[in-house]
């Protein structure tokens, strides 16, 4: 793999309080995307006391090139006690937000919907005043189970777009940039006080045009958060990254993202979709929305 320029090293963590996190995650045998796909922020992230959930995992049913989750035609079956199980570390880590994420679980009919919402119900019925941010596949554009999910009222609907439209065979052949986009518009339509928001990865060999060119298509559908971070190869048998992009270039995206109307931009190298999710509270502090 190539090497990486200083802008993308990380500090190391505080053992005591990633050891912490760790240990109630296994406790309670949850599995975090941190992990299984690698992430970056894993450190920073489990020392703030803060975790992405991986729910209906750790396998599957797509094989991305570019992630580092594994892959299996077949995965297990639906875990009844995993909401309940997911409210109890999140009680125990004291989270203020927390966000809910899902392998691709093309095996189920409704592709994972009916997880999500119990699973939002176990962790409204502990922790109340935790706001819920859900990051869900494309439910192979099965709209029902997608206003199934926007019913149960997380704060916030987050799709990722991963990467640009001339990309989508390559990067994500099981997924389809329309689709994705689609996703978005019905969720503003469904539930237009739910802020929706999206993820981006650069360096798979776009350019500058069409990544402003997908911000552009985001804010079509009247995307409200959109994150933009660096692609890193996780391993020798995954997508190459073809340039590491200065941080000046995602800083100039940030901005154009601004003009174009976004009402946050995280920008950086070590962004990922879920770093830092926890501002959310404060935007929706500033641009406050209601059900009613």
């Known amino acids: 793999m190539t090497v990486k320029p200083d802008w993308l090293r990380v500090k190391a963590p505080q053992r005591e309080r990633v050891a ?16 299984e796909a690698s992430c970056p922020n894993i450190g920073e992230c489990f020392n703030a006391g803060t975790a992405t959930f991986l729910i209906m995992g750790p396998a599957c049913t797509r094989a991305c090139p570019y992630c580092d989750i594994d892959f299996e035609k ?20 004291k989270l203020n937000h927390v966000v809910i994420t899902s392998v691709n679980r093309d095996d ?29 596949p494309d439910l192979c554009g099965n709209w029902d189970a997608l206003e ?11 799709h ?12 994500r052949p099981q997924g ?8 978005l518009n019905r969720s503003r339509q469904i539930a237009p006080w739910t802020y929706t928001k999206s993820g981006i990865m650069v360096g798979l060999g776009e350019t500058d045009a069409e990544i402003r060119q997908v911000m552009q298509d985001l804010r079509g559908v009247d995307c409200d958060i959109l994150t933009i971070g660096q692609y890193l190869q996780p391993s020798q048998k995954h997508l190459k990254v073809d340039e590491f992009i200065h941080p000046e270039q995602f800083t100039a995206w940030k901005a154009f993202g601004e003009e174009l109307g976004f009402l946050q931009v995280v920008s950086s190298p070590l962004t990922r979709s879920s770093y830092h999710a926890e501002q959310v509270r404060e ?10």
């Open 20 to 35: 912490n996190v760790k240990e109630i995650l296994r406790d309670l045998a949850l599995n975090t995307v941190c992990e």
């Open 74 to 93: 077949k995965p297990k079956p639906l875990d009844p006690t995993e909401p309940e199980r997911l409210a109890e570390a999140i009680r125990r880590m």
């Open 108 to 136: 189920l009919p409704d592709g994972g919907a009916s997880q999500f919402v119990q699973c939002i119900k176990a962790v409204r019925t502990i922790s109340l005043h935790t706001t819920i941010e859900v990051l869900i």
């Open 148 to 158: 199934i999910i926007l019913e149960a009222a997380p704060e916030v609907l987050n």
């Open 160 to 171: 990722n777009t991963e990467t640009v439209s001339r990309l989508y065979r390559r990067v």
């Open 176 to 183: 389809n940039y329309d689709r994705t986009l689609e996703l």
């Open 283 to 292: 935007l929706m502090e500033r641009y406050p929305r209601s059900q009613f």
